[in-house]
């Protein structure tokens, strides 16, 4: 089932999600127009009551509660999530720092993971209210959407699609962890979409698993946008991976699509300053009211080019060939 949302008028929020709203604006918070680089402060996806924005986000949450099908999307995502950490193992298993990243990544696929990248952790990805983790690598994780569901967009299809990549995602970073501490090593397993602690997608990043897009999500060299991620972190020595620019940044400078596509025009055109780095950046005070009204959306994933099948691979080669003719 495909269910789009055409806009004869301009959308308006909804009065009862707008009673909700703080004071403050979402955009201040995320830092949009700082000058200076700071840690992120946490926005929407916390449910302990420290965020300005708790009153919407339960809104969000509670308006689902008498719908079957998503509350057992739900109870799936929640079944990894509470999957205990086993003990480190006091034998530590000695392999060189390219043994672990090769086997890493082996283990991270065979445990479901359908693309596994590595970097060193970086401070500056931790919300400034929460400790520093543990852990000097970040083994980023990335989880493939079936393109059909996720296309449905707002409909609850999208929304259950979407829970069913976190579900899945969760389960592959608990495993993983778990066997990197059967290894001797420690690993803390981090997990949508209520991360917490840390920032996902700079590691991603730096991962080379892709690069931000123009809707604020990344955008993968085979997945496009059509993806979720989940992180572990870890003692284990491991060789970092190189970030991965294959031109969807500028493809992105010319593309409106994802923009066009978005009812509350929340998608800036142009990169913005956010807490010291210019980058595309996505208008939070636009985005989240139709998000909680419609009860998910994710329009602008599916809609841009990347995320079409069997388009990406056409993409890069488009992009890398422009790159070389620029250079010749």
Known sequence: ??????????????????????????????????????????????????????????????RDNDNERITASRKLREEPIAMPLVDISAEQIEKTFAEWSELVKKMAQEMGADQAGICEYQPEWTYEDRPQPTGKWAIMLAFAHNYDNLN?????????????????????????????????????????????????????IEAGLGQLGKHGSMINRKFGSNFRLSMVLTDLPLN??????????????????????????????????????KKWYVDF???IPYFVDNKCCGLCLPACPWSRPRIAENLVQKMAKRKEQGTN
């Not at 495993?175 to 991360?195: C, F, S, V, Y």
């Not at 190189?242 to 010319?254: I, K, R, V």
Request: proline share 8%; with cysteine; aromatic share 10%.
């Open 1 to 62: 089932m495909t269910s789009k949302i055409t806009e004869e008028v301009p959308w308006e929020p909804n009065p009862e999600v707008m009673k909700l709203w703080p004071e403050i604006s979402g955009n201040t918070i995320n830092g949009i127009g700082e000058q200076e680089k700071h840690a992120p402060r946490p926005v929407f996806w916390r449910a302990d009551g420290t965020i300005s924005h708790t009153d919407v986000l339960f809104y969000f949450y509670n």
């Open 240 to 277: 970092p991976d190189q970030a991965d620019d294959f031109g969807s940044d500028e493809f992105c400078q010319n593309c409106q699509i994802c923009a066009n596509a978005c009812p509350p025009d929340a998608i800036f055109r142009e990169k913005q300053m956010v807490r010291g780095e």
């Open 285 to 287: 005070d636009k985005c």
């Open 152 to 204: 449905t967009a707002p409909h609850e299809d999208a929304y259950i699609e979407v829970m069913v990549q976190y579900a899945r995602a969760a389960k592959s970073a608990k495993l993983l962890a778990n066997w990197i501490r059967e290894q001797g090593w420690h690993a803390d397993p981090k997990m949508g979409p209520n991360t917490e602690d840390v920032l996902m997608i700079p590691a991603a």
